[in-house]
């Protein structure tokens, strides 16, 4: 059984608009969530974070939403460029040792220009 | 060149040969990870390790056997590969405990025929 869901395997967004990428979790245990951007042939790269004490953080274009009573988290990218086209993957982990974070399947964003 | 590599970038490998993943960073961080990716199933952690001579096992370490005698390398081996391996494997470094996020090198696709 998946601990970290991402159910929509590929969202297409037009450029300028918002982008919704959605992450669910089962662990109610779980109260540190990170998301990462991976391009092709290259390693998935940092893009945010969050922790239970919160229930939002914004960095520039990029705000993650986090509802622990729905185990629920959404990262929203505005406005959407083309170079934002990527795999996203949602990562979530009980405490804030790095081993037990615990990866969602990514959702393949592709922005249109 | 300061970061994460990880060598080769692609390997082809038969059934039963042992094959080693090198990994190596700048940093000094001390926290490595082993990942693989798989089609649906995220990125899967193999091995880890909080620090020269300390390594753990993951979430799917059977087949692997790793070794850290220095801080900068974290080289991951497969002692007989089986088809079931055939994967993309990231290595990962990391700072420390907290949201710091991995830094993650551009991976290795393993072939196993």
Not at chain 1, 23 to 31: E, R, V
């Amino acid at each position: 059984d998946q601990q970290v869901k991402q159910n929509s395997p590929s969202l297409s967004v037009q450029e300028g608009r918002i982008s919704i990428l959605n992450c669910d979790y089962t662990n109610s245990m779980f109260d540190y969530f990170l998301w990462y951007k991976k391009y092709p042939a290259e390693g998935p790269t940092f893009l945010i974070s969050i922790s239970s004490i919160k229930d939002k953080n914004e960095d520039g274009r990029f705000t993650v939403f986090l509802n622990k009573s729905a185990k629920h988290l959404s990262l929203h990218i505005v406005p959407s460029q083309p170079g934002d086209s990527a795999v996203y993957f949602c990562a979530a982990s009980p405490d804030n040792y790095g081993q037990n974070f615990v990866f969602g399947p990514g959702t393949r964003l592709s922005v249109l220009p | 060149d300061a970061g994460i590599t990880q060598s080769p970038r692609y390997k082809i490998t038969e059934t039963g040969r042992q094959v080693t993943l090198m990994c190596h960073q700048t940093w000094s961080h001390s926290y490595m990870f082993w990942y693989r990716q798989d089609l649906g199933h995220g990125l899967r952690l193999i091995y880890y390790s909080a620090a020269a001579d300390i390594t753990d096992k993951g979430e799917v370490p059977d087949g692997y056997v790793v070794s850290r005698s220095k801080t900068e390398n974290f080289p991951l081996t497969l002692e007989s590969a089986t088809r079931s391996q055939t994967s993309v494997y990231f290595c990962a470094s990391s700072e420390g405990v907290g949201n710091y996020g991995y830094t993650f090198g551009s991976g290795t696709r393993l072939t196993v025929v």
